[in-house]
Nanobody, 121 residues
């Protein structure tokens, strides 16, 4: 009933930048937290950045000062601007949203399909 579609991944040299975008569509009544997670080969999925519906943000220590998360509540989108990328940022990046359906009361967690970010040294 809900889809999260990501875009913007790719290959970039160390020091470069990328911008990830995610759009939520479907039976959406409201969205509270939106976030970006990542999973590197052989590692567990980790939170990169989160943003609440009133704009409060939180970042992993490893990306503070380099990544910026933002959202457009009217369009149900979330964006991750990544600057000064490092090889250790290489991972599959996943969009996350906590969504309540139209006329619903329960909240459900949704994930995007993932987009590959590769940073070469």
């Amino acid at each position: 009933q809900v889809q999260l579609v990501e875009s913007g991944g790719g290959l970039v040299q160390a020091g470069g930048s990328l911008r990830l975008s995610c759009a939520a569509s479907g039976n959406i009544g409201s969205i509270n937290t939106m976030a970006w997670y990542r999973q590197a080969p052989g590692k567990e999925r980790e939170s990169v950045a989160t943003i609440t519906n009133d704009g409060r943000t939180n970042y992993a220590d490893s990306v503070k000062g380099r990544f910026t998360i933002s959202r457009d509540n009217a369009k149900n989108t979330v964006t991750l601007q990544m600057l000064s990328l490092k090889p250790e940022d290489t991972a599959v990046y996943y969009c996350y949203a906590n969504i309540r359906y139209i006329s619903g009361t329960a909240w459900f967690r949704y994930w995007g399909q993932g987009t590959q970010v590769t940073v070469s040294s």
